[in-house]
């Protein structure tokens, strides 16, 4: 069309069957005690998936950044990580991110423990950081139904976690968290996201408020 080759676009009007829904849970995040239950419980019965999980929960990234992640993305020590890669359960095509914009982020001792603790010492810089349990990429859209959604829905059924948040929440609950500590403009930074997503959608979605006395 933008090119004049053709005169009707035949997508024209699609776009709207592929619209996220919103909800009132589309920007709600674990608390701190959830997101910690949810580590301990991955750790104890499903512990080959845990790394991912607190990797998810670390970060913030986008599950198919996780997926993209090669060696190469991080230096000897991983004392860093280059966010340049995604790999959309939907195409399974590696790309650039959603907003094809690079991100280092810089790894606080704890996950620059675990990013250790994974390295094979016959790793590769092709090789994956998260594979699946026989080799290949890690299908995290099979994690989400086989592994996330039953541990955390039985989470909120004994009542340790309030109510039940797909995966991706993992990113929502960092920012969510990230805002008592860090500046917003860095937080967009490090997961790629905007001031003003962070600040239209997150600041104002706390699970947990306090209202002083006046």
């Known amino acids: 069309m933008a090119s004049d080759l053709i005169v009707v676009n035949p997508f024209d009007g699609a776009g709207m069957f592929f619209r996220r829904k919103v909800n ?15 580590i301990a419980t991955f750790d104890q019965v499903h512990p080959f998936y845990a790394s991912w999980v607190k990797f998810l929960f670390w970060t913030g990234c986008r599950p198919e950044e996780a997926a993209a992640l090669q ?88 009542g340790q976690v309030s109510l039940y948040l797909s995966q991706y929440h993992c990113r929502h609950t960092f920012i969510s968290l990230a805002l008592d500590h860090l500046p917003v403009k860095d937080i967009a930074y490090l997961v790629g996201n905007s001031p003003d997503i962070i600040y239209k959608h997150y600041a104002s979605r706390s699970r947990v408020l306090e209202i002083p006395e006046f």
């Open 24 to 38: 009132d849970k589309t920007w709600v995040g674990f608390t701190a005690e959830e997101r910690d239950i949810i």
């Open 71 to 158: 060696w190469k993305h991080l230096p000897p020590n991983c004392s860093q990580i280059l966010f340049r890669e995604a790999v959309p359960v939907e195409v399974q095509v590696r790309q650039p991110t959603k907003n094809k914009q690079s991100r280092v982020f810089p790894c606080n001792a704890r996950l620059q423990n675990l990013l250790r603790s994974l390295k094979p010492a016959t790793a590769t810089s092709s090789d994956l950081v998260f594979c699946g349990k026989t080799g290949g990429s890690f299908e995290y859209h099979n994690f989400q139904t086989r592994q996330w959604k039953p541990l955390v829905e039985s989470l909120v059924e004994s």
